[in-house]
C-alpha cells in the first residue's frame, strides 16, 4: 500500500472565509501515485472546518449569514463562557462544529471520485493566522 502525507497553510485575511481547495488537494493525489484508495482532509485547529459542497457564490455567503445567525461573533464574556477565559472566538468553535472536521473522499482511477459539482472547502471561523490542514493519500 502507498500512502503520502501533506499540510496545507492557510492564512485567511478575514475572521470568516472559504477557500476551494479542491486543486491543492487533485495535486497531492497525482503525486502519491495511488489509483485505488481514500484521501483524508482534515483542519487541524479548532476554529477552522474542511467541508464538501458547491462551488457557488451565493452559497457561500448564504453559508455566512446562517453561521453568523447561529453562532454569532461577540467578544464579550457575557455571551460565551469561552471568551471568560480571555479568548474571543466562542463563535468560531461553534461554526467549525457545524461545518466539521474532515472530509474523505475516494480515488478511483487515480483522482477524486466527486459527485456532480462537488469541491474541499478550507473554512476559516478566526482568520488573520496561520493554520494547517492535513492531507493524506492511501491505497494502491
Known amino acids: ?4 502525507t501533506e499540510y496545507l497553510t492557510f492564512n485567511i485575511p478575514a475572521r470568516m472565509d472559504f477557500l476551494n481547495i479542491t486543486p491543492d488537494v487533485e495535486q497531492i493525489v497525482r503525486d502519491s501515485g495511488v489509483q485505488e484508495g481514500l484521501c483524508l482532509v482534515n483542519a487541524m485547529h479548532i ?27 461577540d467578544a464579550s464574556p457575557q455571551r460565551y463562557h469561552h471568551n471568560r477565559t480571555g479568548e474571543d472566538n466562542a463563535d468560531a468553535h461553534m461554526k467549525r462544529q457545524i461545518m466539521g472536521r474532515e472530509v474523505v473522499v475516494a480515488i478511483t482511477a487515480g483522482k477524486l471520485d466527486f459527485g456532480p459539482w462537488e469541491q474541499i472547502f478550507y473554512g476559516e471561523f478566526d482568520g488573520r493566522r496561520a493554520k494547517r490542514v492535513l492531507v493524506k493519500v492511501i491505497g494502491e
Request: avoid cysteine; proline fraction near 6%.
Open 1 to 4: 500500500m502507498k500512502s503520502k
Open 47 to 73: 476554529t477552522a472546518s474542511v467541508f464538501i459542497n458547491d462551488d457557488e457564490p451565493g452559497l457561500h455567503h448564504d453559508y455566512k449569514k446562517w453561521l453568523e445567525d447561529l453562532a454569532p461573533f
